[in-house]
């Protein structure tokens, strides 16, 4: 696209998968030259800066660590891997997501399906903090969005404190 309609074209990338910089908040965007003059008025008063040692671990990423997230792909599959297996045993439905480092479950049926009461409940009660479905729309409510960019030591902790609240809510109903 960017070769045959160069002048429309607009290429926008960033470093948290492709460099596993989670969190760092670096973006890039490219094209023409005056599409980039009006982007950058709205983006100016619109968002924050990113700190002087993100940008230069960006700028060092996409100068030297084209290979870098191969590495990372394969310890995010492990880690994605373990936490649906936790998950399920613990009652979530969860599908297998391929390009992104969340996982999107399903509340288990008897448990307190509204999503944002379900959160809570889970951080006060079994230090587990997760986001409720609902913040991405009606169609999320009863599921959950956990994280798996995390140590695969936090991963089993969290995965652990998960089974054991929901196997306490199923005593609590016994």
Request: some cysteine; charged content about 20%; proline content about 4%.
């Amino acid at each position: 696209m960017g070769s045959i309609l160069p002048d429309q074209a607009l290429v926008m990338n960033g470093v948290s998968k492709s460099h596993a910089m989670t969190g760092w908040r670096i973006g890039m965007i490219c094209g023409p030259a005056d599409v980039i003059s009006e982007i950058g008025k709205v983006s100016e008063f619109t968002i924050t800066s990113a700190t002087t040692n993100a940008q230069a671990a960006a700028e060092e990423a996409f100068k030297n660590g084209l290979d870098d997230s191969s590495a990372m792909k394969a310890e995010y599959i492990k880690r994605r891997d373990l936490l649906i297996k936790g998950l399920s045993k613990a009652g979530f439905s969860c599908p297998n997501p391929n390009g992104a480092f969340y996982i999107f479950a399903k509340i288990p049926a008897g448990l307190n399906q509204n999503s944002v009461e379900f959160c809570y409940e889970l951080a006060e009660q079994a230090k587990v903090a997760v986001i409720p479905g609902a913040s991405f729309g009606p169609g999320g409510e009863g599921y959950v969005r956990i994280s798996y960019a995390a140590s695969e030591a936090d991963l089993n902790k969290a995965v652990d404190r998960i089974q054991k609240f929901v196997a306490d809510k199923a005593k609590a109903v016994d």
